[in-house]
């Protein structure tokens, strides 16, 4: 397709030229661009096909950045960061050094609220809204949220406290969900139109206040009013809950027909109370293979065509993702132990728990995007004998921090959290980096905290927290498991017991997970130089190995900490103070991820960029080794 206009739009403010056709050759345009792009880089692609016409309604009738567009979570948002001035940069989404794949205030001054977990638009949204009057400015709010969002409980946080304060904002549910397609329609469009016609709302006012100046029975025509106007759009409209809540509530109507967006969006933008506009989109739209399936082609990864099927594919034959291995291991377990259950929140396909879910409905539960229900829910299980196994992904589960603490924790109840992309999440960048599990679980009294340096281990380590009586939390990469025997034997683990993997005198490096493969690649390079370094596979970050750390303090003068999480709080801090508060005189060097949000990119740029690489590594601990004088003991 040879663009016409796509390539020529520096801001939303271009759209005003365009006559209604012009906008639709431009959302043509758009979703061309967008599935030639992503399907060749990767990224989110089916999400925000579904929305290109809502996209360009919205920037069409009102005047962003002024007016305050809120996109929830930032899938969807690919089309709005080609009409912010983002063209010629939408190449280099989610690569390293280029565009975020989410919504971030850093990169545009249209991103008026960062966005890379789920149900916050709302929120967000009645906040700008309340701070227009406190600065006596006169834009418009407009929040942008999905039907999966809305199961968060945030959303409706956001909702109940915008409907109480009362102030103009606009929410938009697109709704992608085939069920409410029947009610599309002609009734739906005349009836959405009629009840948003400023004619209307202005008439209704009129009779409302007519029935003030009535001498007699103001209270029973009123009432008889309200009950007339509700009763009407019980039948016809299925909003009836934002309604109670204080939104006035439109729709649904076809988020693909434009003309019958810019219609709505045109008389509803103005009216000065809480409106939410319902919209019926169709998830993948203009890619047939998207449309079948929207699951699959929520994210893609690159070389994929726009049929749906790999440029490229690699013949090399290695060891399943760590969330391949969980899939095995949660039906290998469910096999033979008719009390455990797995628990997700809408992260079946992410977590690996597609086979499970096929394999064992009755005892697979999907809460949604509601986090820390799915811990209290883990937890009602907990009490009554069943062994829930809760998998999440890292940085999401840090959104149920108080369940965890007073609904699990303080309960001493056996939870298994298996905590899926800790560390570094790659191209998805800082709102999905797994870096904080392990400061804010290691503080958690009675909380277990393992993490296994391969796949055999990761069952060795699910078998033992199914054998534990408390909270259990397990935390792996998303990465290569390096080691996989699908057919291996169970075998339970002393809990907070670590492995020596390889003998050495000058040195001791201590690693968490696969870093323990990094460590050893690190003490082979050393050798090179004389060095002999001993590498200790920490399978146990809370309990720690306090045996052994005794024996450090005997053996060595120096000690190297590795991990894929944060340095405050993490497993080198752990370390540190133990070693410390029990006399050790020597140096000790700390390597994690730094005190900053690491931006996104591949796993290897990142962790050269940050010093996680074993050439990086290598020269740290080569530099601490030959480091001579030590007058004190210092962490660094």
Not at 357 to 381: C, M, N, Q, W
Not at 491 to 516: F, Q, R
Not at 526 to 537: H, K
Request: charged share 25%; glycine share 10%.
């Amino acid at each position: 397709m040879q663009l016409k206009f796509l390539n020529k739009i520096n801001s939303p403010e271009d759209l005003n030229k365009m006559s209604n056709d012009d906008l639709r050759i431009l959302c043509d345009e758009l979703r061309y661009y967008t599935v030639n792009t992503i399907t060749e880089i990767g990224g989110h692609l089916a999400p925000t096909l579904g929305v290109i016409e809502l996209t360009v309604a919205l920037h069409y009738i009102y005047n962003a950045p002024s007016d305050k567009i809120v996109w929830d979570v930032g899938h969807q948002a690919y089309a709005h960061k080609l009409l912010t001035g983002r063209f010629d940069k939408f190449p280099s989404i989610r690569q390293y050094g280029g565009l975020s794949g989410f919504l971030k205030r850093s990169e545009s001054e249209y991103d008026v609220f960062g966005a890379g977990h789920a149900s916050t638009a709302i929120s967000a949204a009645v906040g700008m809204s309340e701070a227009r009057y406190h600065n006596k400015d006169n834009y418009k709010v407009v929040a942008i949220i999905g039907d999966g969002a809305m199961t968060g409980g945030l959303a409706f946080e956001g909702i109940n406290n915008g409907g109480h304060l009362g102030k103009q904002l606009t929410v938009i549910l697109n709704d992608n969900e085939m069920s409410i397609s029947p009610n599309v329609g002609a009734l739906s469009k005349y009836f959405t139109r009629l009840i948003s016609n400023p004619t209307y709302n202005r008439l209704k006012g009129e009779a409302w206040d007519l029935t003030k100046k009535l001498p007699l029975a103001k209270k029973t025509v009123q009432s008889f009013l309200h009950r007339l106007d509700k009763s009407i759009k019980n039948i016809i409209v299925p909003g009836m809950l934002f309604e109670e809540m204080g939104f006035r509530y439109f729709g649904p109507i076809d988020g693909h027909d434009l003309d019958e967006l810019l219609k709505t969006l045109d008389t509803i933008k103005d009216l000065d109370r809480p409106v939410l506009l319902h919209v019926v989109t169709k998830k993948g739209k203009g890619m047939s293979v998207a449309e079948k399936d929207p699951i699959k082609y929520h994210g893609v990864k690159a070389n994929i065509n726009s049929n749906g099927k790999l440029i490229k594919k690699s013949k090399n034959v290695e060891a399943p993702s760590f969330q391949d291995v969980f899939g095995h291991l949660s039906c290998e377990i469910a096999s033979h132990r008719k009390d455990v259950v797995c628990i997700t929140a809408a992260m079946r396909e992410g977590t690996g728990l597609v086979p499970y879910e096929k394999s064992y409905p009755d005892r697979y539960y999907d809460v949604g995007i509601a986090e820390g229900h799915g811990i209290t829910f883990a937890a009602g299980l907990a009490t009554q004998g069943i062994k829930p196994i809760v998998a999440i992904y890292s940085t999401f589960l840090q959104r149920a921090f108080d369940h965890i603490v007073h609904d699990v924790a303080i309960q001493n109840l056996p939870v298994i959290f298996c905590m899926d992309r800790a560390g570094i999440a790659g191209e998805d960048g800082p709102t999905h980096h797994g870096a904080l599990d392990i400061a804010y679980l290691r503080c958690i009294q009675g909380m277990t905290l393992a993490a296994p340096k391969n796949g055999n281990e990761f069952r060795k380590l699910l078998y033992t927290a199914l054998d534990h009586n408390g909270p259990f939390g397990i935390r792996y990469p998303k990465c290569t498991s390096f080691e996989f025997d699908k057919k291996g034997q169970a075998e339970l683990i002393p809990i907070g017991s670590w492995e020596v993997e390889k003998k050495g005198d000058d040195i001791v490096i201590l690693a968490i997970g696969p870093m323990v493969y990094s460590a050893l690649d690190v003490a082979s390079k050393l050798e090179e130089y004389g060095y002999s370094c001993e590498v200790v596979n920490c399978r146990f970050i809370k309990p720690m190995d306090t045996g052994y750390l005794k024996g450090i303090i005997k053996n060595f003068d120096k000690i190297v900490t590795i991990e894929e999480g944060v340095l405050s709080g993490g497993f080198g801090d752990g370390v540190s103070s133990w070693i410390l508060e029990n006399g050790f005189k020597g140096k000790i060097k700390r390597i994690g991820l730094p005190d900053n949000y690491v931006q996104h990119g591949s796993r290897s740029q990142i962790f050269k960029h940050i010093g996680l690489d074993t050439e990086s590594m290598t020269l740290k601990v080569k530099n601490l080794i030959e480091f001579k004088e030590i007058e004190k003991t210092t962490i660094a």
